[in-house]
Nanobody
Framework: VQLQASGGGLVPAGDSLRLSCAAS????????MAWFRQAPGKERDFVAR????????NYADSVKGRFTISRDNAKSTVYLQMNSLKPEDTAVYYC?????????????????WGQGTQVTVSS
């Protein structure tokens, strides 16, 4: 199983970025997909989750109204559109896959992880 995250970069505050995570080696349509992020010296935090059929997504309060998670099952890819970026959004962003019954905001619930992509927002 491989989850390949991409799209990170260095942007000024207020700008936008779109992250992608391409999955292979798993039945993508069967998995819920999520984004987490980890800032230096901090724990890995939940950002957003979208279930296998693209139903109503879940977001961390800190990103609601600014970030949008989506998926394309035909391309086995999940996206994170990030608008109105703030310096506090700076982190390594990871995509993750899970299925079954679980607490979606807990990183330990996810079976597969991507390698991460760095997002840096300058003030």
């Amino acid at each position: 199983v491989q989850l390949q995250a991409s799209g990170g970069g260095l942007v000024p505050a207020g700008d936008s970025l779109r992250l992608s995570c391409a999955a292979s080696g798993l039945s993508f349509r069967s998995y819920d997909m999520a984004w987490f992020r980890q800032a230096p010296g901090k724990e890995r935090d939940f950002v957003a989750r979208i279930i296998w059929n693209g139903g109503i997504p879940n977001y961390a309060d800190s990103v609601k109204g600014r970030f949008t998670i989506s998926r394309d099952n035909a391309k086995s890819t999940v996206y994170l559109q990030m608008n109105s970026l703030k310096p506090e959004d700076t982190a390594v962003y990871y995509c993750a896959a899970a299925r079954g019954r679980y607490s979606y905001s807990m990183s330990s619930a996810y079976q597969y992880w991507g390698q991460g992509t760095q997002v840096t927002v300058s003030s």
